[in-house]
């Protein structure tokens, strides 16, 4: 049984910065894609940022340049570093495969920023 589990979200202003983090267990391949995908109040999930079992990254337009996707296959975990974040950042955060695997999907992790 997979289970991911996001951690790393809260309250911040405009411009600042957060961290998160997805641990996987269960048998979930250490090279599988994985992404980030955001919920944001009153609009459809998106995927902001994916990640190849390689490494190669992948980014919404309307955060490349500020949020940096990376992975540690040893420790089946996946980060999403946030900068410069502006008020339609705001959102639930969660990971998944990519694409999403309907099975999977945790609680998220809520990212609020203030203007």
């Known amino acids: 049984q997979v289970q991911l589990v996001e951690s790393g979200g809260g309250l911040v202003q405009a411009g600042g910065s957060l961290r998160l983090s997805c641990a996987a267990s269960?048998?979930?391949?250490?090279?599988?894609?994985m992404a980030w995908y955001r919920q944001a109040p009153g609009k459809q999930r998106e995927l902001v940022a994916g990640?190849?079992?390689?490494?190669?990254?992948k980014y919404v337009d309307s955060v490349k340049g500020r949020f940096t996707i990376s992975r540690d296959n040893a420790k089946k975990t996946v980060y999403l570093q946030m900068n410069s974040l502006k008020p339609e950042d705001t959102g639930v955060y969660h990971c998944n495969t990519d694409p999403a695997d309907v099975d999977y999907w945790g609680k998220g992790t809520l990212v609020t920023v203030s203007s």
């Open positions: 990640i190849t079992g390689g490494g190669m990254p």
């Open positions: 269960g048998s979930i391949f250490s090279i599988s894609p």
